[in-house]
């Protein structure tokens, strides 16, 4: 079957939006007119129809709570019995979520059409990572697919919620600096100005901490625009200089450096490591093939090209927990614990152990770093304004002597 989209008009008169399966165009209009609907416009969504279309379903982005809910109810409909594609369908009819219900609808065609659900997937990288497709592919050549869905749901749950904390973390420091930026901006171009008047026919010298302001202030009120375009531009020039590996890698390098953030980037990624690692060999990949793809799951590129080397030299035929240990950069309780779990023959249980901590550590650095970041801005904002206090005050105090 094929998934079509169509716009109808209800018995009332209203237009009703949506997806129906159907074996063909003529199928699709009769199934909506057996629910009542008056059929204005069928189209096909499949790949085969997506060259009629200007944006084409593989390219559809799909929320990661989408993707869980996705695969947590398949691996039950699959684990009570249902057929593959009898899952699907259900999870499409009931799934609310537009995008989601068309890319299920699409990963359905596809399985009805000859391919594995891991192939199905694979064609929809947007919305499925690489590691869920892999993870898929190697859960069905194993026969545990209902199991590996539940697996890979928790972890994807699990890195959700970790990248939520770390947002929800971040939100407080960067209002509170956005609102130090607009309120200092405020001052110097509106407020300052019109104090300052006081002092303009004044024969006395002033000081140096207001002679600075003046020069600030007034150059802020005449050349804000300018100042504003040589902001974006920066912004904009910054952007393209990351889009250039050798400008990213050499950030990333820098990053690993900073006494608070590298730790910070050392435990996350490494933690992303590990779980990704875990998750895969317990899905039955082959060594080679899970570190190929949990190398992918590395943001920092100087990491990422220490995990490559150690890919490499396990393919030579070292060990794991050898090939670790040369990465300088990665966390020595993932080494040791990749050494214990290869010693006891039980190498997803260690990672799965080693992720748990990097996480844990995480969590408790990215504290450590708000606890210290939040007091520096609040007191790095104080030292702003009072020293936007003192050019002010002192011309004041100087003036009032000679009084």
Same mark, same amino acid.
């Given at each position: 079957?094929?998934?079509?989209?169509?716009?109808?008009?209800?018995?009332?008169?209203?237009?009703?939006?949506?997806?129906?399966?159907?074996?063909?165009?003529?199928?699709?209009?009769?199934?909506?007119?057996?629910?009542?609907?008056?059929?204005?416009?069928?189209?096909?969504?499949?790949?085969?129809?997506?060259?009629?279309?200007?944006?084409?379903?593989?390219?559809?982005?799909?929320?990661?709570?989408?993707?869980?809910?996705?695969?947590?109810?398949?691996?039950?409909?699959?684990?009570?019995?249902?057929?593959?594609?009898?899952?699907?369908?259900?999870?499409?009819?009931?799934?609310?979520?537009?995008?989601?219900?068309?890319?299920?609808?699409?990963?359905?065609?596809?399985?009805?059409?000859?391919?594995?659900?891991?192939?199905?997937?694979?064609?929809?990288?947007?919305?499925?990572?690489?590691?869920?497709?892999?993870?898929?592919?190697?859960?069905?050549?194993?026969?545990? +697919?209902?199991?590996?869905?539940?697996?890979?749901?928790?972890?994807?749950?699990?890195?959700?919620? +970790?990248?939520?904390?770390?947002?929800?973390?971040?939100?407080?420091?960067?209002?509170?600096?956005?609102?130090?930026? +607009?309120?200092?901006?405020?001052?110097?171009?509106?407020?300052?100005?019109?104090?300052?008047?006081?002092?303009?026919?004044?024969?006395?010298?002033?000081?140096?901490?207001?002679?600075?302001?003046?020069?600030?202030?007034?150059?802020?009120?005449?050349?804000?625009?300018?100042?504003?375009?040589?902001?974006?531009?920066?912004?904009?020039?910054?952007?393209?200089?990351?889009?250039?590996?050798?400008?990213? =890698?050499?950030?990333?390098?820098?990053?690993?450096?900073?006494?608070?953030?590298?730790?910070?980037?050392?435990?996350?990624?490494?933690?992303?490591?590990?779980?990704?690692?875990?998750?895969?060999?317990?899905?039955?990949?082959?060594?080679?093939?899970?570190?190929?793809?949990?190398?992918?799951?590395?943001?920092?590129?100087?990491? =990422?090209?220490? +995990?490559?080397?150690?890919?490499?030299? #396990?393919?030579?035929?070292?060990?794991?927990?050898?090939?670790?240990?040369?990465?300088?950069?990665?966390?020595?309780?993932?080494?040791?614990?990749?050494?214990?779990?290869?010693?006891?023959?039980?190498?997803?249980?260690?990672?799965?152990?080693?992720?748990?901590?990097?996480?844990?550590?995480?969590?408790?650095?990215?504290?450590?770093?708000?606890?210290?970041?939040?007091?520096?801005?609040?007191?790095?904002?104080?030292? #702003?304004?009072?020293?936007?206090?003192?050019?002010?005050?002192?011309?004041?105090?100087?003036?009032?002597?000679?009084?």
């Amino acid at each position: 079957m094929t998934a079509y989209s169509y716009v109808a008009l209800e018995a009332d008169g209203r237009q009703s939006k949506g997806l129906t399966e159907a074996d063909s165009e003529r199928h699709a209009r009769r199934l909506l007119r057996e629910r009542g609907l008056v059929p204005l416009s069928v189209t096909a969504t499949s790949a085969k129809a997506s060259v009629h279309q200007p944006a084409t379903v593989s390219r559809a982005r799909l929320k990661p709570g989408s993707v869980v809910l996705f695969s947590r109810l398949l691996g039950s409909l699959l684990e009570s019995g249902l057929p593959l594609d009898d899952a699907l369908s259900a999870i499409a009819r009931q799934n609310g979520d537009p995008a989601l219900r068309l890319v299920v609808l699409e990963v359905r065609s596809r399985v009805l059409e000859g391919s594995s659900l891991g192939d199905a997937v694979r064609q929809f990288p947007r919305a499925f990572p690489e590691v869920y497709c892999a993870t898929v592919g190697a859960g069905e050549q194993t026969r545990l +697919l209902p199991l590996v869905l539940q697996r890979v749901a928790d972890y994807l749950e699990r890195r959700q919620g +970790l990248q939520q904390k770390i947002s929800l973390a971040l939100i407080y420091p960067l209002v509170l600096t956005l609102v130090s930026v +607009l309120v200092v901006g405020g001052l110097l171009t509106f407020v300052v100005p019109e104090i300052v008047k006081v002092f303009e026919h004044s024969d006395r010298p002033l000081p140096g901490i207001t002679l600075a302001l003046l020069a600030l202030s007034g150059g802020l009120a005449r050349y804000w625009p300018l100042v504003l375009l040589l902001a974006g531009a920066a912004v904009w020039g910054g952007r393209l200089a990351l889009a250039q590996p050798r400008s990213r =890698r050499a950030l990333h390098a820098l990053a690993l450096r900073l006494p608070l953030l590298g730790g910070f980037i050392r435990e996350n990624d490494g933690g992303r490591f590990a779980r990704t690692l875990g998750i895969l060999l317990n899905s039955g990949l082959s060594m080679l093939d899970a570190l190929s793809i949990a190398e992918k799951s590395v943001v920092n590129l100087v990491l =990422r090209e220490e +995990l490559a080397s150690a890919a490499l030299r #396990v393919r030579e035929g070292e060990s794991l927990a050898n090939a670790l240990a040369r990465a300088p950069h990665l966390p020595p309780l993932l080494v040791h614990l990749t050494a214990s779990g290869e010693d006891v023959g039980d190498l997803p249980r260690m990672l799965e152990t080693a992720a748990l901590a990097s996480e844990r550590e995480v969590e408790m650095r990215l504290a450590v770093g708000l606890n210290l970041l939040e007091p520096a801005l609040i007191l790095g904002m104080g030292l #702003v304004v009072l020293a936007i206090v003192l050019a002010i005050l002192l011309p004041i105090f100087e003036m009032n002597r000679l009084v």
